[in-house]
C-alpha cells in the first residue's frame, strides 16, 4: 500500500540548515509527484515545492532561494534541504503525494515536527 | 498568489447536525477544490477532490460543491469521528494555496 513517512532532526539552531527525508512506498517517484507542506504550531498549511515525476522541481516562492528539494529514485526518497532557518521555521512538515489526474495530495506522510531553537 | 478564505474558522454543533463549511478562491479555480480533514494527532487525509468527487474509503455523509469562486462542503449528519479541522485547497494554479481552516467542535 501506499506509504510516505518522513524523518528529520526534532531541533535545529537558529540559522542552520534543515534536512528531512521523504521515504515512500507503494508507488514510484518517476510516476507520482511528492510535495512538501508544513504547518506551523497552531496554524493552517503552507505549501513548500514539489519534485515532479519527471525529476523537476517547483518552490514557493515565499521561500526564496532557501529552499531546495532533491530525490533519489533507487532508494525512493525525495529529500527537503532550507538554509538560514529562523524560529518562525518551527513547524511540522508533511510530504504528500499528488494525484495525476485531478491535483490533490492523496495520500500524506504523518509529518515531522522541527523546532527552531535559538 | 490564490488567496483561499475558509469559513467560518469554528463552528460548533452537535451529534446528526447537518453543517456546511465555504471556501471562496480570489479568482476562479475551474473546479480545481479539494478538502481535507486533520485530526487532532496531526494526520491528513484527503475527503473530496476536484470539487465534488469523493475520496475512496470517505462516509457518503461527506459532499462537496461549488463552481468559479465559491465552494462548499457539506456533512450531513455529525458523527463523532467528524470533530476534527477542516481546510480547502486550491490547485488550479502555482503555488497550490489552503484555506485557513475549520474547526468542527462539539456543541
Known amino acids: 500500500q501506499v506509504q510516505l513517512k518522513e524523518t528529520g532532526p526534532d531541533l535545529v539552531q537558529l540559522t542552520q540548515t534543515l534536512s528531512i527525508t521523504c521515504t515512500v512506498s507503494?508507488?514510484?517517484?518517476?510516476?507520482?509527484?511528492v510535495h512538501w507542506v508544513r504547518q506551523p504550531p497552531g496554524k493552517g498549511l503552507e505549501w513548500m515545492g514539489a519534485m515532479w515525476n519527471g525529476g523537476g522541481t517547483d518552490y514557493n516562492s515565499a521561500f526564496k532561494s532557501r529552499l531546495s528539494i532533491s530525490r533519489d529514485t533507487s532508494k525512493s526518497q525525495v529529500f527537503l534541504k532550507m538554509n538560514s532557518l529562523q524560529t518562525d521555521d518551527t513547524a511540522k512538515y508533511f510530504c504528500?503525494?499528488?494525484?495525476?489526474?485531478?491535483?490533490?495530495?492523496?495520500?500524506w506522510g504523518p509529518g515531522t515536527m522541527v523546532t527552531v531553537s535559538s | 498568489d490564490i488567496q483561499m478564505t475558509q469559513t467560518p474558522s469554528s463552528m460548533p454543533a452537535s451529534l446528526g447536525e447537518r453543517v456546511t463549511i465555504s471556501c471562496r478562491a480570489s479568482?476562479?479555480?475551474?473546479?480545481?477544490l479539494n478538502w481535507y480533514q486533520q485530526k487532532p494527532d496531526g494526520t491528513i487525509k484527503p475527503l473530496i477532490y476536484y470539487t465534488s468527487n469523493l475520496q475512496s474509503g470517505v462516509p457518503s455523509r461527506f459532499s462537496g460543491s461549488g463552481s468559479g469562486t465559491d465552494y462548499s462542503l457539506t456533512i450531513s449528519s455529525l458523527e463523532p469521528e467528524d470533530f476534527a479541522m477542516y481546510y480547502c485547497q486550491q490547485y488550479d494554479s502555482s503555488p497550490p494555496t489552503f484555506g485557513a481552516g475549520t474547526k468542527l467542535e462539539l456543541k
Open positions: 507503494g508507488f514510484s517517484l518517476t510516476t507520482y509527484n
Open positions: 479568482q476562479g479555480i475551474s473546479n480545481y
Open positions: 504528500a503525494r499528488r494525484d495525476g489526474s485531478y491535483w490533490y495530495f492523496d495520500f
